[in-house]
């Protein structure tokens, strides 16, 4: 089974620039995340989707990111104009619910650089 | 907003000694789920725990969650070196319709030979 893909895997900016990430989550897990890891931090959420319609994106600075997820597959996220504050580690996620448990599977991550 | 501590922020042990590692949360948890970060790498799943005072054992790991399902700990027995990493402890309390994790801000163990 493939894991979550992710693209770029680096990338160096400057700041005020703009920056889009890539994701496409394992096939038929309906439930995709975007989450940033802060070095030295646990990952936290920006933004959930569930099939194509966001679910919680309450943590996700709307004035500078945004994120969709057309056809409720592959998603996108982009920060406009990027801070340096944002130098960290994207990470997307997918999830299936069976029975009671919902594991969540990490892609490897973009790992952003805000000079 | 709930909350997830969790401590030690490091640990150094032997190689063969013992490990553990808290996690509290500020709100009442419907689960938790325990994920293990290698250097460089991303989160892997290792076990979700869902009822009070449950117990799981995976090989060395063994998991716990608090009756009042408050908090979490997980216990590495005789570590060897391929333990190294951060392990997060993720909370959920499944609120609504979103079922949203929130994570601890980990325990980055060291295993030295």
């Known amino acids: 089974e493939a894991g979550v893909a992710q693209s770029p895997r680096y990338k160096i900016i400057e700041k005020r620039q703009s920056v889009a990430f890539w994701c496409n989550p394992i096939?038929?897990?309906?439930?995709l995340y975007w989450y940033q890891q802060i070095l030295g931090q646990g990952p936290k959420l920006l933004i959930q989707?569930?099939?194509?319609?966001?679910?919680?994106d309450s943590q996700l600075p709307k004035d500078r990111f945004s994120a969709e997820r057309l056809k409720g597959v592959d998603s996108t996220l982009k920060i406009q104009p990027a801070k340096l504050e944002d130098s960290a580690v994207y990470l997307c996620?997918?999830?299936?619910?069976?029975?009671?448990?919902?594991?969540?599977?990490f892609g490897p991550g973009t790992r952003l650089l805000v000079l | 907003g709930q909350q997830v501590m969790q401590i030690p922020q490091y640990q150094h042990v032997q190689e063969g000694e013992d490990f553990t590692t808290y996690c509290n949360s500020s709100?009442?948890?419907?689960?938790i789920q325990w994920y293990k970060q290698r250097p460089g790498g991303h989160p892997v799943f290792l076990i979700q725990?869902?009822?009070?005072?449950e117990v799981k054992k995976q090989k060395r790991l063994t998991f716990q969650f608090g009756e009042a399902k408050k908090n979490s700990s997980l216990h590495i027995t005789a570590t060897q070196t391929t333990d190294v990493g951060t392990y997060f402890c993720?909370?959920?309390?499944?609120?609504?319709?979103?079922?949203?994790?929130?994570f601890g801000s980990g325990t980055q163990l060291t295993v030295l030979p």
């Open positions: 996620a997918s999830s299936q619910r069976l029975a009671f448990q919902e594991t969540q599977y």
């Open positions: 709100t009442t948890l419907s689960n």
């Open positions: 993720a909370g959920s309390n499944s609120s609504g319709s979103a079922r949203q994790l929130t």
């Open positions: 989707f569930q099939n194509n319609g966001v679910v919680d």
């Open positions: 096939s038929g897990h309906a439930t």
């Open positions: 725990l869902v009822k009070s005072g």
